[in-house]
């Protein structure tokens, strides 16, 4: 079984803030790692999508860098806004499937 | 083209009830997914069809939910008899080719409640 954690939970920062969170998983057999934008109602969106280690993607505010080695990924966000607030998915693949392994997610609220 | 479509959007039922949900792929997409997202697991894999056929449903929960997709262009979900603990947010996703290096594109969720 394949086990993706995402940390923190949750999180409240005030806008302006610059945030990150962290999304971990195996170290060994990696093949890509996704991140996920959720707002609730609505379609999960896809942020980026990395398979190289040492990648940094960027997209407007938001970025993302990938540790394959150590197993681990982290988002940031610059200068969070209200409307960031959504739950960050990560989700993983491994060498062996040709499905996502997503993790229980980070849960944004960024306050005006 | 209008993304990956479920339908209901959201559905309350009683325990014991079959419930069917549905889902339309991006057209051209060749994977198509079902996942659960649930405050305590968070979303997860339920089964996928590779070119209609399925693939892997290992993540299926029991006998109560089966899927099929009998063409390109429609997938069912379907939980016989209803359980309480089967509310949760549906989700279809469809992609194209292996998904290592492509998103995958996700529908609006069916939000389904058993009481």
Known sequence: ILNVEQSPQSLHVQEGDSTNFTCSFPSSNFYALHWYRWETAKSPEALFVMTLNGDEKKKGRISATLNTKEGYSYLYIKGSQPEDSATYLCAFMDTGFQKLVFGTGTRLLVSP | ?115
């Open chain 2, 1 to 115: 083209d209008a993304g990956v479509i479920q339908s209901p959007r959201h559905e309350v039922t009683e325990m014991g009830q079959e419930v069917t949900l549905r889902c339309k792929p991006i057209s051209g997409h060749d994977y198509l997914f079902w996942y659960r997202q649930t405050m305590m697991r968070g979303l997860e894999l339920l089964i996928y069809f590779n070119n209609n056929v399925p693939i892997d449903d290992s993540g299926m929960p029991e006998d109560r939910f089966s899927a099929k997709m009998p063409n390109a262009s429609f997938s069912t979900l379907k939980i016989q008899p209803s359980e309480p603990r089967d509310s949760a947010v549906y989700f279809c996703a469809s992609s194209l080719g292996v998904i290592s290096g492509n998103t995958i594109y996700f529908g609006e969720g069916s939000w389904l409640t058993v009481v």
